[in-house]
């Protein structure tokens, strides 16, 4: 639980007294919330659940959780809201930059020689998935946008997925705090930010050249991925296979793999590894990345990419 959750849940019993989490109740919303979004949570969370929910409660003039979880099995649009509360999202511009050089140096590499070679085209789609407040996509959109120009025929579309709809509204204003932007090269900054917000000078939004290669949906990863048409070049599901179970992580990384372009990748978090028992996918972070140089710029990569006898399924 974080400290914002401890102060939050010490606020809250000040202001009025918490009902009281049953074993039976937890039980009921951690199978609830496994089924649903896939995220586990264990006993250590129960403190992170109560602030959490009591939120919800206060705000429907709920005085137990037992008519909360009732609540939530009849309206669709309060287990949303639910899993809005459940949902941990920590990102920020240009995270685990090993990934960026990775991209930089030897994926875009490949990329272009197929081009000129014709082997492939030269539209770009790539897709964040659990990108929390955007700045995963727009991270991958400006260094698309540098290292991809329109004016040498290159077109590229960002698609970033989330469950929470608290997170994709704000990923969608594409304004930040100007501190927010404090890891972003200068170079970028200079091209892709406009500073100041209306009467607000300490906000940066992204130009419409930025804002127009990004776009968002709401999507549950463990339910939904056929939603998500056509295929991808480029997948980033970082840091969000860390809340799953075991057979759940497999699942989904299965079915992202399925939507992968020939050539694709996709980029796990640098604490993410699913030891090469993904069906369809094989690991190549080697291939490309020579691990001391990851581990010296934040962290080992998990890079996989759909084995060539799984593209014809």
Known sequence: MSVGDLTSLSALALAKPIPELTDREFDLFQALILRESGILLGAKNRAMLISRLWRRLRALDLSTFAAYYRRVLADPAELVSMLDCVSTNETHFFREPAAFDCLRHFVFTEWRVAAEARERSRVLRVWSAACSSGEEPFSLAMTLLSEFPAESGWKVDVLGTDLSTKVLAKASTAIWPFEKIRDVPVHYQQRFFVRGVGSEPRKVTATEELR???????????????????????????????????????????????????????????????????????????????????????????????RADALAD
């Not at 056929?226 to 809340?243: A, H, K, M, Q």
């Not at 057979?247 to 020939?262: C, P, Y």
Request: glycine share 8%; aromatic share 10%.
């Open 212 to 306: 127009r290669v990004v776009r968002f949906e709401r999507l549950n990863l463990t339910h939904d991925p056929c939603r998500v048409n056509g295929s991808f070049d480029l997948i980033f599901c970082r840091n969000v296979l860390i809340y799953f179970d075991w057979e759940t992580k497999i699942r989904v990384v299965n079915r992202l793999g399925r939507l992968l372009a020939r050539g694709g990748y996709m980029f796990l978090g640098h604490a993410e590894s699913l030891h090469s028992v993904a069906d369809k996918l094989e690991s190549v972070a080697l291939k490309f990345f020579p691990m001391p140089r990851a581990l010296s710029r934040g962290g080992a990569l998990c890079i996989l990419q759909r």
